[in-house]
């Protein structure tokens, strides 16, 4: 079982940047990506971005020119840097990591940083 730490999240005013820090801890077996989605109140949840094992990356359109997702020092870890942000932005976001073995592959979760961008 692996457990997934948020940090970074907060209160900005639109333009201003943000880092969202994610850690994995625990057993995990082989990480296949990690990944960050938001939800917005009243939203479904969605991609925000991800970042395979072998470093190829995928933004959602809105993030793409403001957003970028990175590996951390630490293994198992990932980075959102989010610039120019614009009260749209203001969500829960989640970590996300996906495990596998074999055939088989699962998801973990964080609890989620919320991002808040108002003036």
């Known amino acids: 079982q692996a457990q997934l730490r948020e940090s970074g999240g907060g209160l900005v005013q639109p333009g201003e940047s943000l880092k969202l820090s994610c850690v994995g801890s625990?057993?995990?077996?082989?990480?296949?990506?990690m990944g960050w989605y938001r939800q917005a109140q009243g939203k479904q949840r969605e991609l925000v971005a991800v970042i395979k094992k072998d470093g190829t990356t995928e933004l959602a359109d809105f993030a793409k020119g403001r957003f970028s997702i990175s590996r951390g020092d630490i293994n198992h870890s990932v980075l959102l840097t989010m610039t120019d942000l614009k009260p749209e932005d203001t969500a829960v976001y989640f970590c996300n990591l996906e495990d596998g073995w074999g055939s088989d592959t699962w998801d973990y979760w964080g609890q989620g940083t919320q991002v808040t961008v108002s003036p």
């Open positions: 625990g057993t995990i077996f082989r990480e296949t990506r």
